[in-house]
């Protein structure tokens, strides 16, 4: 009777002491993702901060197209922007310095990826973001497009992704989108860099 009680005391104290384990290895645990949390974080406001000479995205001017809120039109802009030669709905995957995919850009909230709605005009690009910044990148601003399947440490597949190149304050930008229909990618490309080709032969 005495070694019976003296099994199941043992048994209990080994019950308890796996449940200290367990709590203490939980909270381990919690404390790891909350440092690697604090280290991402302490990394993007670093990364901020070295990218704070990048001026203030530019917005769209007034008449061009969606809800027509901006700012009035930058000299040399066309007064009336046109129609809109594309459109297209899809998902913004952030900028980086122009060729170097990794280098992302987290400025002006340029790193915060988010759905996006895109309409291209003879006034430049425009890109609305719901949730985050919209900006607007002028015509003459605009410098080239191609396919790619990579972008701020997002990957897809082959041609997966339309990446638009930029300047904005002396600096060249790459700046990656997804379209919900990834087939409207080509002409993207194709009817930026012809458009970029007719400006440039024109100056």
Known sequence: MTSEILL??????AEVTDWAARIGWLVGLALFVALVYWLMREGWKWRGTL???LPELPTRPSPTTLDGGGEPSQPGMPEEPGPARL????RYHGSTTAGQWLDRIVAHGLGTRSRVELTLTDAGLDVVRPGATDFFVPAEQLRGARLDKGIAGKVLTE????????????KLLDSGFRSDRAAEH?????TLNHMIDKMEGAR
């Open 159 to 170: 041609g997966g992704l339309l990446v638009v190149t930029w300047e904005h304050g002396g």
């Open 51 to 53: 990218q704070s000479d």
């Open 186 to 190: 080509h002409d993207w490309v194709d």
């Open 87 to 90: 459109s297209m709905s899809g």
């Open 8 to 13: 199941a005391a043992a048994k209990k104290s």
